[in-house]
């Protein structure tokens, strides 16, 4: 590993600082920019990489449970329901299965909201963390691109320093700006 190519030395040449003294994620910045690997995978992939089916289907009920096709298909069984059980069975002359106040539906409601809302709120979890691993991917991607502007810049430098000593051994100097 050549010195430029060293995490060691690029932490002290563009941080300042040791590299045992920079934090987990600073370090696996400055071993890919040292390695000249690419950053990780996006957040979504890895969030994939790592659901399991329950979660995926979590995430499928809440993208269900919390739609407007979800709302508008089931205010209309809830209209069906007190119709039949109010006046379409009677006027049949049968019987209403769960006639008013409709206790039968309450309790499939009650249950319905039991059991959907743990589940949304494993989906909310499963997207705060996919918003944590892009808050982290953001920020290695942000902290490689401040050190890249910095090596550029002193690459820069350096080469402006060299066009001003040749120039000055051609007896003449650069243009100043």
Excluded: C
Aim: no cysteine; charged share 25%; glycine share 8%.
């Amino acid at each position: 590993m050549t010195l430029a190519a060293d995490p060691r030395h690029l932490a002290r040449d563009l941080l300042g600082r040791d590299y045992d003294e920079l934090d987990v994620e600073e370090q696996r910045v400055l071993d890919r920019i040292a390695s000249g690997t690419l950053t990780g995978r996006d957040a979504d992939e890895l969030a994939q990489a790592h659901a399991t089916w329950a979660d995926r289907l979590a995430d499928r009920v809440a993208a269900v449970g919390g739609s407007w096709g979800f709302i508008i298909g089931f205010g209309v069984v809830l209209v069906a329901w007190a119709a039949i059980n109010t006046g379409l069975l009677p006027d049949l002359g049968l019987k209403a299965f769960d006639a008013y106040p409709y206790i039968f539906l309450n309790l499939m409601l009650s249950m319905l909201a039991a059991v959907q809302a743990p589940i949304i709120l494993m989906s909310q979890n499963r997207q705060s963390m996919k918003d944590r691993i892009t808050a982290r991917h953001d920020y290695e991607v942000n902290l490689r691109t401040q050190l890249e502007i910095i090596r550029l810049a002193r690459r820069l430098d350096g080469l402006a320093q060299e066009v001003a000593e040749i120039g000055r051994h051609l007896g003449s100097e650069p243009p100043k700006d």
